[in-house]
């Protein structure tokens, strides 16, 4: 994948994003709120700064690894694999829908290209990361492996269990992001579970972390990865604190946790097209 | 045990399982370079020092964090290697169900989840530590092979096996020191049966540490004129339902023999291939829904039904049910 510029991740994102509200919209189901909020995230990844193929293979040998630990967020994976090239972008009409490969959470039961491991069960993500990262280190392989949680998610005990076993083997080649939203199901996470001071917290477990205070700018998201590639070899796991809008770049949906989980209807979907450039062509 | 009886198996000496497993991982890490060792605080209980001592950069202690050791076996598969994980059977399962469930059995990832101290035989430790559900939970999730060896040389076999067959495994093992009966040498062959006795009237199908009680039933009931069939379901998933029916057309009726809760055991596994194919008379010799308590091994397998002398009770009931 060749890297692109930032007009055109910009130009990318908003397709991006009518592609999580259609997706959403289509099976009035998933999950768009920190799917539009990740967007620039995953742009900035798959577009631009890791090294991958879209041939896909399992063992990802010499490539950067993405796992996904906040399955739900599935949405905005799909459409990112798909505009890169992973599978044809007509497939994300299929998504959530009988016999798909494209499972309401990330799923490898049926071989879709991109995915290496289920999610969906919150908790798990970087444990499975930190796994392959050691094995790119055993097998010699300097490429790095990113994983994104989500904020509430960090209220799961094996979270805490992985960023010690990291510190502890100073997985120094895993880069880690929690999209910081502030916003879980049942709303806000500091009424839900106040998550405190995270960035002390995984400090304190022993983690380089960065901030990325603009996670919805993507100059910003650009400058907070290579941040993190800079800082990566040095004997500390990664930690990116990536702070970003719930539902950013649609208005009536921003900034809140009542869109974590459900579909717009027809009119909310129409308005909220009408606020997203089409770049690249619908599917 | 009764000196006076006829065995068709015998033994010189004994060990536990756990060291089958220990020294069977060390040689599959000496034949392929991608086994990899996790332990969760228990690398001596586990006996895979030997490993870690050959083998250390392929060796990762990951603390008291079991939910953790999963995934990143799951993640090891990514790249290639094969790992494989060790802690309590307790600790293997149940306390991780949802890690396995979702990381390694529905991603379908070559992982080898190695679990000791399984069942009441872990003893004085108490209920706490004797899982007696983990074949249950283990079976009922697909993609997952599920098996339980009966001594030191099967256990041993069983780990080398696994660590050529593709897929999450679940090897379930134990702490006692048992009476090694198997041969040394024995080519163990996943999802294959192994018929070790001949009989008429009756088949025992046992597994695990129960294997070795089947053997001392059999001769038993032969003491009495009873002809017994033994066979070792040392894979508990897939089945070797051919072979269950095979006997079972021959005899008549069985007993299924096992250090398990009743409820989602293998004789469970037994009674469905059966019922589908062969009704017959099945009795069953297991734990019956209860937890364990502090004891001896062998103190433990009488008090909850689960020795010889039991067995031999199952197979006359099951044959006046004929
Ligand atoms: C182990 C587990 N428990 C509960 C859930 C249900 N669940 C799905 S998403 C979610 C909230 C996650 O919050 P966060 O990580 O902040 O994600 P966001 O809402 O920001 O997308 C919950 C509770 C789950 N998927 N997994
Ligand atoms: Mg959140």
Redesign the interface.
Known sequence: MEKQPLAQLTKISSQVRRDILRMVHAVQSGHPGASLGCTEFFVALYFNQMKHDSSFN????GED?F?LSNGHISPVWYSVLARSGYFSVEELKTFRKLNSRLQGHP???EHLPGV??????L??????????????K??Q?DSFVYVLMGDGEQQE??VW??A??GA??GVDNLIATIDFNRQQIDGPTKDVMDLKDLKAKWEAFGWEVIETVEGNDMEAVLAGLEKAKSLAGKGKPVLNLLHTEMGYGVDFMVGTHKWHGIAPSDEQLANALGQLEETLGDY | MDKTLDLKYTYTEKKDTRSGFGDGLLEAGRKNPNV?GLCADLIGSLKMGAFQKEFP??F?Q??I?E???????????????I?FTGTFANFSTGRVY??I???VA????NVKICASHAGLTLGEDGATHQILEDVGMMKMLPHMTVINPCDYNQTKAATMAIAEHEGPVYLRFGRPSWPIFTPADQKFEIGKAWHMIDGTDVTIFATGHLVWEAVVAEAMLRAEGISAEVINIHTIKPLDEAAIIASVKKTGCAVSAEEHQLNGGLGDSIAQTLIRNNPAPLEYVGVNDSFGESGTPTELLEKYGLNAENIVKAAKKAIARK
């Open positions: 399992m063992d990802g040998i690894l796992f799923a490898t039961e290496r491991i289920a999610s969906g069960s908790g798990q993500g970087l444990s499975a990361a930190l796994g392959a990262a050691q094995v790119k055993l097998n392989d005990g094996q269990e992985a010690m076993y502890h083997y | 990899v950069d392929r990762f990951v603390g964090a939910a953790n050791m999963i995934g990143l076996a799951a993640g090891m598969t990514i790249g290639g290697k790992p949802d890690q469930r979702q990381s529905y991603s379908d990832k």
